[in-house]
C-alpha cells in the first residue's frame, strides 16, 4: 500500500498559476500509474492528468496545453504544474496511485487540496 499526501494549493487569480505536489510514502518507481483527479462543487470526480510507469502521460482535454504532470522518483513525488488557470479549474484535486496486483488494479488516494481560481 502506499500513502498519499496533497498540497500547493491555495487561492489564485484566473490566468495564474498553481504547483500541486502529491508525496508518496514509498519509492512509485514500482507503481503502475500516478495522477491527479479532481472534484469540482457539486460534480462528480474526473480525471485531470496521468502518468504511467512508462513516464507515458495522459490529460484531459480541458487542460490540454496549460497543465503538466511529472514526477521526481528520487523525492517520491509526483506534480501537476497548472498554468492559464480558469475558474472552471476551482475543484478539490486528488492524487491518486493505481498499483496491480495479481490482474487487478488497487486504488490509493490522497486527502485532496482545494484550488480555487476566483478573481
Known amino acids: 500500500q502506499v500513502q498519499l499526501v496533497e498540497s500547493g494549493g491555495g487561492l489564485v487569480q484566473p490566468g495564474g498559476s498553481l504547483r500541486l505536489s502529491c508525496a508518496a510514502s514509498?519509492?512509485?518507481?514500482?507503481?503502475?500509474?500516478m495522477g491527479w483527479y479532481r472534484q469540482p462543487p457539486g460534480k462528480q470526480r474526473e480525471p485531470v492528468a496521468i502518468?504511467?510507469?512508462?513516464?507515458?502521460?495522459n490529460y484531459a482535454d480541458s487542460v490540454k496545453g496549460r497543465f503538466t504532470i511529472s514526477s521526481d522518483n528520487a523525492k517520491n513525488t509526483v506534480y501537476l504544474q497548472m498554468n492559464s488557470l480558469k475558474p472552471d479549474d476551482t475543484a478539490v484535486y486528488y492524487c491518486?496511485?493505481?498499483?496491480?496486483?495479481?490482474?487487478?488494479?488497487?486504488?490509493?488516494w490522497g486527502q485532496g487540496t482545494l484550488v480555487t481560481v476566483s478573481s
Open positions: 491518486n496511485a493505481a498499483l496491480v496486483v495479481a490482474g487487478n488494479e488497487v486504488d490509493y
Open positions: 514509498r519509492s512509485i518507481f514500482s507503481i503502475y500509474t
Open positions: 502518468i504511467t510507469s512508462g513516464s507515458r502521460t
